[in-house]
């Protein structure tokens, strides 16, 4: 019996004294520990923002307008002019804007059937995004034509220009501008600068063409060649990692000695042999570049998963697993493989800035025509006091790849249960 008094419940604390909160997933536990490493989250944000720049580098950098209003008639010039390429970029990085949401909304649905609701919002943002892009391939022509909308901006009633309202690829007029140092560079040194503006923050090239530009659309090749290469080969080396980890015997044994050959494969050189064999109306070489390194680097990926698949295996959840009656596809996709991924991030963050400067390095070769920093590179070797040329791709490349090096020791850090902060 008792006494009518309420009975007061002492509320469950964790050994360290702090409150017992509801259970918290992996993801969030290893986000929690990567936001209390301010080095991380700086890297994290430079990243973000060096992405953002390079998929709307149109709307910063760029003679065609994003509103035209000739005649009393308006029209959105921009937007005809992008690229099909371009639009699929955009909706990668609003889809993954938007994966926290997703998750949300799919976790009700997925814990009902078990599933992981991480790996459904992925599944249904690819899937999405493989739709836009089949879309847009298939039924949308980009505009080709040249408008002459700088050389005709004083007929307009109103032009909204990108920022930096210059062509990224100069033509004879744009010679009058070429080889000028930084424009702010005249309100530090008046006396032996021009008159101080931002018309080229960071000053233009041998033939006219703005510096700013020029990083902008070499970051979208960095990042292209980073973030599609590295994702080929972790898809690659995920798969195989878990069928070698998880069957063991004689499928471990092949799978170990196909990936002991591709190690063996110089990649520099394979990619230096295919650019100039595969002729450019085929494949352009950035793509040759992405899918020699997809194809050739996922054997690290592949060898971590397999070392975590062993391990793994034999944990108490996948034998009851088994004994339930689990299929194998279900046992590896849902339990199995993401249990697999926290050391797949490290590597791939670190793999991001070794891609980036394998692709700096060949551009620097002229092996990759398209707008690179290896380019800038070689343009400022050959004209060194041109300072301003090989300079600012040089910081950017430092910055790109130390970012990444320092996301990759952050989430190392935060998944490793030792160095819990």
């Avoid at 520990?33 to 709307?56: D, E, H, N, T, Y």
């Avoid at 930084?182 to 309100?187: H, K, R, V």
């Avoid at 992405?290 to 034998?319: K, S």
Wanted: charged share 15%; aromatic share 10%.
């Amino acid at each position: 019996m008792t006494d009518g008094r309420t009975t007061r419940q002492t509320p469950q604390v964790t050994p360290g004294g702090e409150p017992l909160g509801p259970p918290r997933s992996y993801g969030s536990i290893v986000w929690g520990q990567l936001k209390k490493r301010p080095s991380a989250m700086a890297s994290l944000g430079f990243i973000v923002l060096l992405a953002l720049s390079a998929v709307l580098a149109p709307f910063i950098g760029g003679e065609v307008p994003i509103r035209w209003v000739e005649d009393g008639e308006a029209s959105w010039p921009i937007f005809r002019h992008l690229t099909n390429g371009e639009y699929v970029a955009m909706a990668a990085l609003l889809l993954g804007a938007l994966l926290p949401i997703t998750i949300r909304l799919v976790r009700p649905g997925a814990e009902r059937i078990g599933a992981g609701p991480v790996l459904r919002a992925l599944a249904i943002s690819a899937a999405v995004l493989a739709l836009v892009a089949g879309l847009l391939f298939g039924l949308r022509e980009p505009e080709r034509s040249y408008g002459f909308y700088l050389e005709r901006a004083d007929e307009a009633e109103s032009a909204w220009f990108p920022l930096i309202a210059y062509p990224e690829n100069p033509g004879y007029a744009q010679l009058e501008d070429k080889e000028q140092p930084p424009s702010w560079l005249g309100w530090l040194f008046p006396d032996a600068c021009p008159p101080g503006s931002w018309d080229h923050p960071l000053g233009t090239g041998r033939i006219g063409d703005d510096i700013f530009i020029r990083i902008l659309y070499g970051a979208r090749t960095a990042l292209t060649i980073g973030f599609v290469a590295v994702g080929i080969s972790l898809a690659i080396g995920v798969l195989l990692g878990a069928v070698s980890g998880n069957f063991g015997g004689w499928v471990d044994l092949v799978l170990m000695r196909v990936a002991e050959v591709v190690m063996s494969i110089p990649r520099l050189i394979l990619i230096i042999i295919m650019v100039t064999v595969i002729p450019q109306r085929w494949i352009p070489p950035i793509w040759t570049v992405v899918v020699v390194l997809g194809l050739t680097g996922w054997t690290g990926t592949y060898r971590l998963m397999r070392a975590e698949l062993l391990r793994i295996r034999g944990e108490d959840y996948m034998t009851a697993a088994r004994a339930l009656g689990v299929r194998t596809g279900r046992l590896l996709v849902r339990h199995a493989i993401p249990n697999g991924l926290a050391p797949i991030l490290v590597g791939a963050t670190f793999g991001i800035a070794g891609a980036v400067f394998l692709e700096v390095t060949l551009a620097f070769l002229g092996l990759v025509q398209t707008p690179s920093w290896g380019m800038m590179l070689n343009d400022g070797r050959q004209h060194l006091e041109y300072w301003w040329v090989w300079g600012t791709s040089g910081v950017a490349i430092f910055l790109t790849v130390f970012a990444y090096n320092l996301l990759g020791e952050g989430i190392r850090d935060a998944v490793d249960p030792r160095l819990r902060i």
